[in-house]
């Protein structure tokens, strides 16, 4: 079954502006972890916030985790051309030996 | 260098065919997995080999079968192919059982069934 979901489905934005992209997802986690494709490519690991963690930078990138409401977000800064891709959130859970990805949300930043 | 490599890119072929698509990636790790991502984009596990050694297997067709002749590639052949088998199928690596850490993904092969 699809663990996380990701919210907007899409997104368009203005270079410069923030983009930010939700997920949630169901059963308790080990970690959670956001990935980027660019379209006809693989995936990319952004970034893995642990679930007692609460915040993570990397660079324009910040994800937050609160797992009492089970969802995450992740805020891109600045965005610019480049940053148009499909991001997806991926959860780990204790008792699975595989990542669960969600449906992805695509961006579109406008130059 | 390319740390997870998939050939081929594209693969076209007729219902009722045998293909195979190959991986290999170069970063030491011990675990690989494929994926399938459908025209929705949504990415869904199929197997993951962790030393050679089959861990997950998820309800996938028979159709399809994984070999791993060594820790740094995993094939997938895939008998008799169906219309429904059309996707694109990633190849992925990670150390250390994979939930735990992040996952490398391969530039991945777009299977079409005419």
């Known amino acids: 079954s699809q663990q996380g979901e990701e919210d907007p489905q899409a997104l368009s934005i203005q270079e410069g502006e923030n983009a930010t992209m939700n997920c949630s997802y169901k059963t308790s986690i080990n970690n959670l972890q956001w990935y980027r494709q660019n379209s006809g490519r693989g995936l990319v690991h952004l970034i893995l916030i642990r679930s007692n963690e609460r915040e993570k930078h990397s660079g324009r990138l910040r994800v937050t985790l609160d797992t009492s409401k089970k969802s995450s977000s992740l805020l891109i800064t600045a965005s610019r051309a480049a940053d148009t891709a499909s991001y997806f959130c991926?959860?780990?859970?204790?008792?699975?030996?595989?990542?669960?990805f969600g449906s992805g949300t695509r961006l579109q930043v406008q130059p | 260098d390319t740390a997870v490599s998939q050939t081929p890119k594209y693969l076209v072929t007729q219902m009722g065919n045998d293909k195979s698509i190959k991986c290999e990636q170069n970063?030491?790790?011990?675990?690989m997995y494929w994926y399938k991502q459908d025209s929705k984009k949504f990415l869904k596990i199929m197997f993951s080999y962790n030393n050679k050694e089959l861990i997950i297997n998820e309800t996938v067709p028979n159709r399809f079968s994984p070999k791993s002749p060594d820790k740094a590639h995993l094939n997938l052949h895939i008998n008799s192919l169906e219309l429904g088998d059309s996707a694109v199928y990633f190849c992925a690596s990670s150390q250390g059982g994979g939930i735990r850490y992040e996952q490398y993904f391969g530039p991945g092969t777009r299977l079409t069934v005419t």
């Open positions: 991926a959860t780990a859970s204790a008792g699975r030996r595989a990542l669960t």
């Open positions: 970063l030491g790790h011990d675990t």
